[in-house]
């Protein structure tokens, strides 16, 4: 069973509304990731709201210098999300997008840049949002699982994750945390990188998926679905058994729920989950 300690010092003083980003590939590739990251924030003490008008954040439409695609999306992002106290994303890719580059987008615009502003001062990273915010302590729960752990690099460089998902997963009992040569190290995905220069993109995740398997992990854990998909396809395509999982579904207990990433429904029968 899954449970969540509190620390009662710094915490909000009202039971917060926290309105969830649920991203654009858990959406259409792994909502159990999205019902995951729901049952972390109801257990932490928050109430969930998922607004209906929300869609892609526009980072694809901006990396590719299409400016007014994505401050199109970002003014419905905006509005979508106005007047609720928190917003949370299981992606620090997409929770970059939306606290570090909006801001960006409106420079020019000083009635969106404040509601820019706005919205990126409440917009957290899920395992940001539950160690930082919530004062979540070690989660506690059962994954019997020797286990990488990949940083991803908007994640890491923008928004500073790296502590919070490994401080929450030290209560989850039976998992052993093996760090890997690099675990910092791009994995190749980059959005739009990996369409636009496929064979660089190739060779760094074979560097990455390299030190996967020299920690001799069988299970691969991070917070970014286009990084997960991108090494568990790597991974299954050279024949490693390394079974990729989002670290919402780790923490909340819901492995049973679904298989790994990339992987078939009669693959959870590898994966010991108690």
């Known amino acids: 069973m899954t449970g969540i300690a509190l620390h009662s010092h710094d915490m909000p003083e009202h039971r917060p509304t926290v309105g969830l980003f649920v991203t654009c590939l858990v959406d259409l590739m792994r909502p159990a990731v999205g019902f ?33 695609d994505a401050k199109a999306l970002a003014r419905g992002v905006i509005d979508a999300f106005a007047r609720i106290d928190y917003v949370v994303l299981p992606s620090g890719s997409c929770g970059g997008t939306i ?63 790296r502590e919070q998902p490994r401080a929450l997963l030290s209560g989850i009992q039976g998992l052993e945390l093996r760090e890997m040569d690099e675990a910092e190290a791009c994995c190749g995905f980059g959005g739009l990188f990996c369409v636009k220069y496929p064979e660089i993109s190739e060779k760094m995740v074979d560097v990455k998926v390299d030190a996967i398997a020299a920690t001799g992990a069988d299970h691969l854990i991070g ?35 679904a298989p790994p990433i990339g992987e078939s429904e009669t693959s959870q029968a590898k994966t010991k989950i108690a």
């Open 223 to 257: 917070g970014d679905m286009g990084c997960l998909m991108n090494m568990a396809g790597r991974l299954q395509r050279r024949g490693l058994d390394v079974h990729v999982r989002h670290v919402a579904e780790v923490l909340a207990g819901t492995c049973a729920d």
């Open 36 to 68: 995951a990251a729901v049952k972390l924030l109801e257990q932490a003490g928050c109430d969930v709201v998922v607004p209906a008008a929300q869609t892609c954040c526009g980072q694809p439409a901006y990396n590719a210098g299409d400016v007014a």
């Open 99 to 161: 606290k570090v580059h909006y801001p960006e987008m409106f420079a020019d615009e000083p009635a969106w840049l404040d509601r820019a502003r706005d919205l990126a001062r409440r917009t957290f990273e899920l395992t940001t949002f539950l160690s930082d915010v919530m004062k979540t302590g070690p989660i506690a729960g059962r994954l019997e699982a020797a286990t990488a752990y990949h940083d991803s690099c908007s994640g890491l460089r923008e928004l500073g994750i």
